[in-house]
């Protein structure tokens, strides 16, 4: 149980595109979902959390009108990098928590995003 | 000073070699210590999970935690080609949605 799934696994885009990375709770209903960066060889930084049915909270320095994050469903919170530029690249993994997973967040696959 | 300090490695061992993984952090209100495994391009997966100062042990992990000198540490014993990965360690003050902080992770390979 608590599988949590992420779309695209890899999106290489054009600078000024805007891409959509999906994450999804396939075995249990999310109430809490976290989107997180990694750069190379660095640790996860966290960039929001969004509770579903509310608006994300974006931590210090992460640009809520750049990352706009969408929870409107028990299962599926969303990630829209707008007007992506070349240090976007990094790799984006979300978590997700709800009342069928005790205390824990469960990761998704992560997202690469390429920026050209 | 980060919050959480963790030596990148990366770290080498023949099979059959108990492993040694350590965090340090500095925020003495963190209570609720994970440590996470992560290959290569995949989102971590939790492979322990301790509340506050003490050992755990599943299998060949065992995890410990000793909060008076703000210190982690997993060991992997009878360590496998399959146990190379980065390992990442996490901590959080309070339960549920409060956010976790990682480490940078150590990148652990596994010689046979």
């Known amino acids: 149980g608590a599988v949590v799934s992420q779309h695209p696994s890899r999106v290489i885009c054009k600078s000024g595109t805007s891409v959509k990375i999906e994450c999804r709770s396939l075995?249990?209903?999310?109430?809490?979902m976290f989107w997180y960066r990694q750069f190379p060889k660095q640790s996860l930084m966290l960039m929001a959390t969004?509770?579903?049915?509310?608006?994300?909270?974006?931590e210090q320095g992460v640009e809520k009108d750049k990352f706009l994050i969408n929870h409107a469903s028990l299962t599926l919170s969303t990630l829209t990098v707008t007007s992506a530029h070349p240090e976007d690249s990094s790799f984006y993994i979300c978590?997700?928590?709800?009342?069928?997973?005790?205390?824990?967040?469960?990761f998704g696959p992560g997202t690469r995003l390429t920026v050209l | 000073q980060k919050e959480v300090e963790q030596d990148p490695g990366p770290l080498s061992v023949p099979e059959g070699a108990i492993v040694s993984l350590n965090c340090t952090y500095s925020?003495?209100?963190?209570?609720?210590f994970m440590w996470y495994r992560q290959y290569s391009r995949k989102g971590p997966e939790l492979l322990m999970y301790t509340y506050s100062s003490g050992n755990k042990e599943d299998g060949r992990f065992t995890a410990q935690v000793d909060k008076s000198s703000k210190y982690i540490s997993l060991f992997i014993r009878d360590s496998q080609p399959s146990d190379s990965a980065t390992y990442l360690c996490?901590?959080?003050?309070?339960?549920?949605?409060?956010?976790?902080?990682f480490g940078k992770g150590t990148r652990l390979s596994v010689i046979a």
């Open positions: 996490a901590m959080r003050r309070n339960s549920g949605n409060t956010p976790l902080v």
């Open positions: 978590s997700a928590r709800g009342p069928g997973t005790g205390d824990e967040q469960f």
């Open positions: 969004s509770n579903e049915g509310s608006k994300a909270t974006y």
């Open positions: 075995d249990f209903q999310a109430t809490t």
């Open positions: 925020n003495s209100a963190f209570q609720y």
